[in-house]
């Protein structure tokens, strides 16, 4: 059978450069496991930022969230460990790091990567990440070596600061994923204290959605003469703004579509409600702001008659570890449902499916805005966001489209049963 002519015409996230185009090249093991995965062309930022990582270039990567970034810096490492063999690295000799922000994003790098590291057979990759043992995790590295390792700041830097064993002194690359949110996050410490403990004659990677001024001097002070790696999705003005040129590019998805709901704070819940009964049958992630309306709306929406049936799914900072990671898997493997989180899951995290985003809290942050929005409408397919604004942020509309993140207004259901009486009953009836 003869190879298809190019990529899909209606996923215009994909270049029309394979994988097998690359230059350098990819080596064969590792174009094979691409194909085994189902990838045969490459996005934009993976086609502009392998060849550079590839040929000894740092590189500071600007790219709309979905758009690829996780290959397009796990290929480079997977090949850079590769050429310099032989010798296979010794048990403790650590040649690469990935650094992101949060315990299930580092997750993902590590499962996305496996495949692609399983053909380097004497390299062993491992997963450090927080709510798990320190001590157990030392005893696995001591027994069984690393070689490259991938988690958050805080459990890397503890383990850098207490194995003495390890060595970094044939360390070739180091990748910092989601780069403004690990200084967000109050990491400046860790990373800096874990940047001096590299070799300065290495390769390095940022990669993130929203570039910041901690970013771009966290580069400065790690990167050497890096590449700038700027991609963009085109957008459609929307309303009056048709000759804003600041919309000629977005900073979301190309097939994310968003609109905002304004209505008075009493009539947000039963609009939410409303909305929720209208898409039962779509996959759905709600952001809330703290974790204490995650457990509110995970006792109260369950109870009511006009969602039963639906599952919900609450995931918030507070619970535990292996609870996290039982509800995010529980609701990546569902064809429709909604999860209710907080930030926790708004950065990087791939789960598949998503139809939905729902702000019913729209974050300060419009960089938080756009790592929400960016978990639907993933490697060019299509997406829907909504934000629930008050009459008083209508201002947080105009302010995210010179940001060039376009909305359209969305009517409020003027039928929408009023839910309050009932949820504070269902509240009365829980308690504390």
């Avoid at 185009?21 to 996005?43: E, Q």
């Avoid at 890397?156 to 360390?171: G, K, T």
């Avoid at 860790?190 to 570039?211: D, E, M, V, Y």
């Amino acid at each position: 059978m003869a190879a298809a002519a190019g990529p899909d015409p209606a996923n215009r996230a994909l270049t029309s450069t394979r994988f097998s185009d690359l230059h350098p090249p990819l080596s064969p093991p590792v174009l094979d496991a691409l194909t085994r995965a189902g990838f045969d062309y490459c996005t934009p930022v993976q086609a502009s930022t392998i060849p550079l990582l590839c040929t000894h270039k740092d590189v500071a990567v600007d790219a709309a969230t979905g758009s690829g970034k996780t290959l397009a810096f796990v290929l480079p490492v997977v090949e850079i460990l590769r050429r310099s063999f032989p010798p296979p690295p010794k048990p403790h000799q650590v040649m690469g790091m990935i650094v992101s922000p949060t315990r299930e994003l580092s997750s993902q790098i590590y499962h996305v990567a496996q495949p692609f590291f399983s053909t380097l057979p004497s390299v062993r990759m491992v997963l450090l990440v927080g709510g798990f043992d320190i001590k157990t995790d030392m005893k696995r590295i001591e027994e069984e070596g690393a070689n490259i390792l991938v988690g958050t700041p805080g459990k890397l830097h503890d383990v850098m600061e207490r194995l003495d064993i390890l060595d970094f002194r044939s360390f070739e690359i180091l990748i910092l994923d989601e780069a403004d949110r690990l200084l967000d996050m109050g990491f400046q410490k860790q990373i800096t204290s874990i940047l001096s403990r590299l070799p300065k004659l290495r390769r390095t990677g940022l990669f993130s959605a929203t570039q910041t001024e901690a970013v771009e001097e966290l580069s400065r002070a790690g990167l050497r003469n890096p590449v700038r790696v700027e991609v963009r999705t085109e957008t459609k003005p929307v309303g009056n703004l048709a000759s804003s040129q600041e919309l000629a590019a977005s900073i979301t998805p190309l097939g994310l579509q968003i609109e905002y709901l304004e209505c008075e704070a009493e009539r947000k819940p039963s609009q939410l409600v409303d909305f929720l009964s209208e898409n039962m049958s779509k996959k759905i992630i709600i952001y809330f702001m703290t974790c204490a309306c995650v457990d509110y709306w995970g006792v109260v929406l369950p109870q009511l008659t006009a969602l039963k049936g639906n599952t919900l799914i609450p995931l918030h900072g507070k619970m535990k570890q292996s609870a996290r990671e039982k509800a995010l898997a529980s609701f990546t493997g569902l064809p429709s449902g909604v999860l209710l989180c907080t930030d926790v899951a708004a950065r990087g995290l791939d789960i598949p499916g998503v139809d939905w985003i729902v702000q019913y809290d729209p974050p300060q942050d419009p960089n938080v805005f756009v790592h929400r929005v960016g978990r639907t409408a993933r490697i060019g397919r299509q997406g829907s966001a909504i934000v629930f604004l008050l009459p008083k942020e209508e201002a947080y509309v105009d302010f995210l489209r010179l940001r060039r993140v376009p909305l359209q207004e969305r009517e409020c259901s003027s039928d929408a049963l009023d839910v309050i009486p009932l949820a504070n009953k269902i509240c009365c009836k829980t308690g504390p």
